[in-house]
C-alpha cells in the first residue's frame, strides 16, 4: 500500500470509531430518557432534551420543593467522567459536605479544601468522611432522628452536598442500571425524608 493509502484507511478507521461512539451515545442517552420518562407519573414531573446530542433532564416539584435529575461531564485530570446528579430544594442553615471514601484522589491543597468546607468530622463515619464549617451543627444534625440512617441509604452517590439550600447528590454514572426508574424513585424519596429530618433539628 501506498502512503496515501495507508492514510486514507487509517482516515476510514477513526471515521467509523467516531460515528460507532456517535450512535452508542444516541442510543444511551435514548434510553436514559425512556428510563426517566417513567418518573414523569409517580412523580408529576416533565422530562426534558434539548436535543439528540444532549442527556435528558428530569424536573419536577416535590411537595413544595424543586428536584432535578441531571447528568454533567467533570474533568477529572485527563479523564471525563459522567455523572448523575439529584438536586432537592432544602433549607438548612450550614452546609455538610460528605464524601465516599476512596471515591477521590487525595486532596492537593488542604488548606483550600478545608477553608471552603471545613474540618474533618469524627463522628461521621463509613461510607462517607463528613466536613463543615459549622461542625457543632453538624455531627448534632447527623446523631438526630433518622439522618444517619437516610444518609446510610444514600450509599449508592459518591458524594452529598447537604445545604444550605439544597441537597445535591452525585455519582459518577456507569451504565444503564443507573438509570433504573425504582432505584430512582427510591432515591428522590430518600433525600426528601432527609431534607425534612435535618430541617427538623434544631438548630
Known amino acids: 500500500m501506498t502512503l496515501p493509502q495507508i492514510t486514507i484507511y487509517f482516515l476510514g478507521i477513526i471515521i467509523v470509531i467516531v460515528i460507532a461512539m456517535m450512535v452508542h451515545s444516541y442510543l444511551d442517552k435514548k434510553k436514559i430518557k425512556q428510563k426517566l420518562l417513567h418518573l414523569v407519573d409517580p412523580l408529576k414531573g416533565k422530562v426534558v432534551q434539548d436535543s439528540a446530542l444532549h442527556y435528558p433532564h428530569f424536573h419536577c416539584r416535590l411537595n413544595g420543593r424543586a428536584f432535578d435529575l ?31 471514601k476512596d471515591e477521590f484522589r487525595p486532596i492537593a491543597d488542604k488548606d483550600h479544601f478545608s477553608k471552603s468546607n471545613g474540618s474533618l468530622l469524627d463522628k ?80
Open 70 to 100: 441531571f447528568f454533567d461531564v467533570v474533568k477529572v485530570g485527563r479523564h471525563h467522567i459522567l455523572y448523575s446528579v439529584y438536586s432537592l430544594g432544602a433549607a438548612l442553615p450550614h452546609p455538610l459536605l460528605l464524601i465516599k
Open 124 to 203: 461521621i463515619n463509613a461510607p462517607f468522611q463528613g466536613y463543615s464549617r459549622e461542625p457543632v451543627w453538624a455531627e448534632k444534625v447527623y446523631t438526630t432522628g433518622e439522618v444517619k440512617n437516610l444518609i446510610s441509604s444514600l450509599d449508592e452517590f459518591s458524594s452529598l452536598q447537604l445545604g444550605p439550600d439544597a441537597l445535591i447528590a452525585g455519582k459518577p454514572y456507569e451504565g444503564l442500571a443507573d438509570a433504573d426508574s425504582e432505584k430512582t424513585l427510591q432515591a428522590i424519596l430518600s433525600l426528601e425524608k432527609l431534607a425534612q429530618e435535618m430541617e427538623a433539628c434544631p438548630t
